[in-house]
T-cell receptor, first 111, second 112 residues
Framework: KNEVEQSPQNLTAQEEEFITINCSYSVGISALHWLQQHPGGGIVSLFM???GKKKHGRLIATINIQEKHSSLHITASHPRDSAVYIC?????????????FGTGTKLQVIP | DAGITQSPRHKVTETGTPVTLRCHQT?????MYWYRQDPGHGLRLIHYSYGVKDTDKGEVSDGYSVSRSKTEDFLLTLESATSSQTSVYFCAIRVRNTGELFFGEGSRLTVL
């Protein structure tokens, strides 16, 4: 079992829909990252959080440390949001910080 | 983008040849990482560095070596490339104070 599980793996939405991507992890973490990767593109950091909620524009990330779960929400989705969204967790491991990545959620937003 | 550049961005090579990928950063970050990205897998850590000449292995380090002779450059070397090393390679830095991650644009390597 992967330390980081994302759901769904693939998601197709209509423009303007509210989107939720979930991330569950199995270990104690020091922080969780949400990343975005456009097709053929590089990887961009969206959020880093260790508690509560963060918002940036139409994107909202929440985390529940007790339940070991995080969600990424996109409000009023747009075709330019089409990308792979990756969850990653940072764990203190033997004196250094190890980052483990989920396999990503591929989002397609249709006009 | 934290001033990270990778080179080359694309490379096609033959089995058994040596390959070196370069990661260059301009902001003096201490922590640098090399990952590979393959379909069906999350990004997997190959090697990382926590300072000049300080490096350590990640989870998929077999067949790879790294060097960091100066802060700004982190080199990944495949001594004898194999087809299983066909992948997209990403360099990343971690900002020590905030923990944020920044990635290079990736290097697509094809080993024939």
């Amino acid at each position: 079992k992967n330390e980081v599980e994302q759901s769904p793996q693939n998601l197709t939405a209509q423009e303007e829909e509210f989107i939720t991507i979930n991330c569950s992890y199995s270990v104690g973490i020091s922080a969780l990252h949400w990343l975005q990767q456009h097709p053929g593109g590089g990887i961009v950091s969206l959020f880093m959080l260790s508690s509560g909620k963060k918002k940036h524009g139409r994107l909202i990330a929440t985390i529940n440390i007790q339940e070991k779960h995080s969600s990424l929400h996109i409000t009023a989705s747009h075709p330019r949001d089409s990308a792979v969204y990756i969850c990653a967790v940072r764990v203190n491991s033997g004196g250094y910080q190890k980052v483990t990545f989920g396999t990503g959620t591929k989002l397609q937003v249709i006009p | 983008d934290a001033g990270i550049t990778q080179s080359p961005r694309h490379k096609v090579t033959e089995t058994g040849t040596p390959v070196t990928l370069r990661c260059h950063q301009t902001e003096n970050h201490r922590y640098m990482y090399w990952y590979r990205q393959d379909p069906g897998h999350g990004l997997r850590l190959i090697h990382y560095s926590y300072g000049v000449k300080d490096t350590d292995k990640g989870e998929v380090s077999d067949g790879y070596s790294v060097s960091r002779s100066k802060t700004e450059d982190f080199l990944l070397t495949l001594e004898s490339a194999t087809s299983s090393q066909t992948s997209v390679y990403f360099c990343a830095i971690r900002v020590r104070n905030t923990g944020e991650l920044f990635f290079g644009e990736g290097s697509r390597l094809t080993v024939l």
